[in-house]
């Protein structure tokens, strides 16, 4: 009987389910608790499998982090198993992916002009901003919850997200709220820490994937933050 070999697409799939599943796992158990034994009980496959495409756990930890920083599609390399590339290499690649997210964001630069209807243009960055969050919320959770066994890790995400997202958007309200659009606070940068810790604690829930729920965590922050002369639309 001949053995048909892989296609680079089904070996693309494999390694995807891998790195979910791993996650998963991850995201139960902590990184320190988690063996590969676990995680292949927890793919239905045997550890030797496993280990045909990871060469152990970091490489595995590793994996997970890249194939859910960002949107591209996950590739598996082209020598497998996959090993582990340092923790220079992952720091590196952490700090990159997260940084090019909060520059690249709707908060990334300060707003300038006026904009033409101040509601629409807050209710665009926070609906963009959760968004944001909820397609790295996994590597944010997991690399929180590893902190002990990864804290170079958990510094980077805490310096550029937590910190750099929270300072990005509290000069966007800052900015606004000097300009009349939006309500003046005492302090917009603890506007900015409760709008990403809300929407942080809303994008790890069950109802993450229902549109209802952006949008009512959407509409309380920006009907409490939009000035009055400015209108506001009817809540949903």
């Not at 995807?16 to 791993?22: K, L, M």
């Not at 198993?81 to 220079?88: E, K, M, N, T």
């Not at 966007?172 to 809300?198: F, V, W």
Request: net charge neutral.
């Amino acid at each position: 009987m001949v053995r048909r070999e892989r296609s680079n697409e089904e070996t693309d799939h494999r390694f995807r389910e891998f790195i979910d599943g791993a996650a998963e796992v991850f995201l139960r158990r902590g990184y320190g608790r988690t063996t590969m034994a676990q995680i292949a009980e927890h793919l239905g496959v045997a550890p030797g499998t496993l280990y045909l495409s990871f060469t152990g756990k970091e490489s595995l930890f590793h994996h997970v982090i890249a194939g859910h920083l960002d949107e591209s599609p996950i590739h598996s390399p082209r020598q497998l198993p996959a090993s582990f590339p340092g923790l220079d290499s992952t720091s590196v690649m952490l700090e990159k992916g997260l940084r090019r997210w909060v520059d690249t964001s709707a908060v990334g630069r300060p707003p300038s002009g006026t904009p033409s209807n101040p509601e629409d243009e807050l209710r665009a960055v926070l609906q963009s901003l959760f968004d944001g969050i909820r397609r790295r919320i996994w590597v944010i959770t997991l690399v929180e919850l590893s902190a002990e066994d990864w804290p170079r890790l958990d510094e980077i995400t805490r310096r550029v997200f937590r910190q750099g997202m929270r300072d990005a958007l509290a000069d966007y309200l800052s900015i606004r709220m000097r300009s009349g659009d939006l309500r003046p606070l005492s302090s917009s940068r603890a506007a900015a820490e409760m709008i990403l810790e809300g929407m942080t604690h809303f994008a790890k829930g069950d109802g993450a994937e229902n549109p209802r729920v952006r949008q009512t965590l959407v509409d309380l922050f920006v009907h409490g933050l939009v000035a009055d002369h400015c209108g506001r639309g009817d809540a949903r």
